[in-house]
């Protein structure tokens, strides 16, 4: 019997693993095809915490806000709703002295907040977006980064202007998406 029991603890410890190393390789082949360096890809990282905590330590815009940091090669893009054009300046200046960020794309909407639905559904849009773009052989979907809002779609990446004329058509015509903004950076 505790041969058993051990046998399937070993097993379930087992599966646990490969699922981190599944996880973990396509984390690696990810980073290893992101046209931005390793150190840029940390950065960029590190750039979300920083600018996300922030903003959180404003009672104000932790309360009454739903403000999304994304960053890329320095670019960031501040994203969701606030009730007043004064929190969605002071969610820009607060994170103006993050280091390393070169440039804010502030794109916060006044508005209420948005509900799980929609947030679902953003979900859903740019996962189809995402698709559509992994479908295309002319260009690469791991350097575009999408990122939904209220049905408005971003499109991040260091690309060429082919590329992001093509994403940005490929976006546009997914059901359901409402807008397409380029957030790019051009080689």
């Not at 300046?89 to 916060?108: C, F, L, P, S, Y």
Request: glycine letters at 6%.
């Amino acid at each position: 019997m505790i041969k058993k029991v051990a046998l399937l603890v070993s097993i379930l410890a087992l599966q646990g693993c490969a699922a981190a190393i599944v996880a973990g390789t396509a984390g690696a082949v990810s980073a290893a095809t992101d046209r931005r360096t390793i150190g840029s890809q940390i950065d960029d990282n590190n750039i979300e915490i920083k600018a996300t905590l922030e903003i959180k330590a404003q009672d104000e815009l932790a309360k009454f806000a739903n403000i999304s940091v994304v960053s890329l090669n320095g670019v960031v893009l501040l994203l969701g709703q606030t009730p007043t054009e004064e929190m969605r300046a002071t969610a820009e200046r607060v994170i103006k002295n993050v280091i390393g960020i070169t440039k804010i794309h502030n794109q916060i909407r006044i508005g209420n907040i948005t509900g799980i639905t929609t947030r679902t559904h953003d979900s859903w849009l740019t996962s189809k977006v995402k698709t559509r773009l992994l479908t295309e052989d002319t260009i690469s979907a791991n350097d575009i980064k999408v990122v939904t809002e209220n049905g408005e779609v971003f499109l991040m990446g260091l690309v060429s202007q082919q590329e992001a004329n093509l994403a940005v058509d490929l976006a546009r015509n997914v059901s359901g998406v409402v807008k397409v903004i380029k957030v790019f950076e051009y080689l």
